[in-house]
């Protein structure tokens, strides 16, 4: 079992600026892949940024350059620093980690972005 516990969001003009966090603990796995998702009303949830154990990461086309992701193994915590926010990111945000043998999601931090 992994428990995934979220902190950070808010409400911000849009060009501003939020930092999400988050700590994973439980049977946690050396291997494993950090990642936060959102979902916005009437919509999927999408992958926004991931980052692997080895410090690979991956970002969904519309945040590139904005949004930076960063993890700190020995606390099992990761971070997502959000920038020139718009309006389009408003959604709630949610935690993932997973490894081979186990998974947790938090329970989603709100993010709201005006114009």
């Known amino acids: 079992q992994v428990q995934v516990v979220e902190s950070g969001g808010g409400s911000v003009q849009a060009g501003g600026s939020l930092r999400l966090s988050c700590a994973a603990s439980?049977?946690?796995?050396?291997?494993?892949?950090m990642g936060w998702y959102r979902q916005a009303p009437g919509k999927q949830r999408e992958l926004v940024a991931e980052i692997t154990s080895g410090g690979s990461t991956n970002y969904l086309d519309s945040v590139k350059g904005r949004f930076t992701i960063s993890r700190d193994n020995a606390k099992n915590t990761v971070s997502l620093q959000m920038n020139s926010l718009k309006p389009d990111d408003t959604a709630i945000y949610y935690c993932n980690f997973k490894s081979a043998f186990s998974s947790g999601w938090g329970q989603g931090t709100q993010v709201t972005v005006s114009s």
């Open positions: 439980g049977t946690i796995g050396r291997l494993n892949v």
